[in-house]
Structures are given as C-alpha cells and as structure tokens.
C-alpha cells in the first residue's frame, strides 16, 4: 500500500504539480539568446520532447522501484529519480523561457512508461537494470542528437541538454555496475520504435 500511495504521489506531483530542482539549472549563466521565431519553435519542441523524456523517467524509476523487494536497489532507483526530478524541472524552465508548452499526452507518456517499468520489475531486477542501461543509453543517444540540432546560440538550453546526457549514461553505467543484463535484440528494436513514436509526437502534441 505504501508503494502504491508513493507511485500516485509521484505521478500527482510530475503531471501537475511545478517540479522544483535540487541543483540549480545549468542554464543559469547563461543569457537568453535571441532566437528568430523559427529557431525558438525548435528550440521549444526539443525541449518539449526532453520534458517528456523526463516525465516517462519518473514514472518508469518508480514503477520500479515500488515492485522491487530489493531495498538497496529500492534506494539507488529512488536517487535516480530524484536526480531526474531536477531535469524535469530544468526542462520546465526552458520551455518557460521559450515560450513553449508541455507535451498534452503527458498523462499517456507516464502511464505507459510506468506500465513498462512494472513489467520489466516484475520479471526480475536484473532484467529491471538492463531496461534501465538500455532506456539510459536511447536517452544519451537522442540527447546528442539535440546537440546537433538546437540552435548554436542557445547557450542556455545547450547546457541543460549536455549536462543531462552526462547524467544519464552515468545512471546506465551505474545500473549496469549493480548487476544489469543486456536486453535481447527484440527488446531493444521495440524500445527504440516506441520512443520513436513518443518523440516524434510529442515534437508537436
């Protein structure tokens, strides 16, 4: 029951409650550029879509970390959740400052990335592990890819992008360090067409 009430309190406060950072934004030296429209457009749905990274983050740590009776590994999964809540609140703050909006499938993207962490927990913790290093290395993958693709002056939300990127493969490393196992092909091409669909709708949705 106590899972229970904790994986609802999480999911109340990532959907609809200000999520509010530990550590101060990477983007707070910088000075807001002074993007064209378009660029900002951009600009604002990549962060969209990394807002949304970071809400499925939230929801999968803790479908994961409610199933396992493993309290060790209870309290890692927690610690990178809390880690990925000042990300979400980073990516909040650009898309403030960008004039942008959250995804409105957040609900969807939360619920599926729950659902997803659940079974992966269920089957065992190592397997649990493996989704996570495998999920950590898509994330790291696509962040770079947003390097490439935000605008050169927009200092601000280049840093929050790259200091993500360094978090995440930190977590995959950490989680392959505890025990993880290599999810099969199958398992990894269906995770990579599925993030495909959320990323390309949440693009624009």
Known sequence: MDSLLSAADTALRTLFAKPHA?????AAPFAEAALDPAQKRLAGA????????EVCAQALYTAQAAVTRDAQLRSHLLEA??????????TQQRLDALGARPSLLN?????????????AAKVSDRVSLGFVVETENQVSEHLQGH????????????????????????HAASARDAGAVALPAPARLMMKMAAKVMTTTAHYV
């Open 81 to 90: 959740a809390r880690e990925e809540t000042d990300h979400l609140a980073w």
């Open 147 to 170: 390097l490439d693709k935000l605008p050169p002056d927009d200092l601000a939300s280049r840093a929050v992008v790259s200091r993500m990127k360094d978090d995440e493969e930190r």
């Open 107 to 119: 609900p969807l993207w939360f619920a599926g990335a729950f659902a997803l962490g659940v079974v």
């Open 46 to 53: 990549l962060m969209r879509v990394n807002h949304v990274g």
């Open 22 to 26: 530990v550590e101060a934004s990477p």
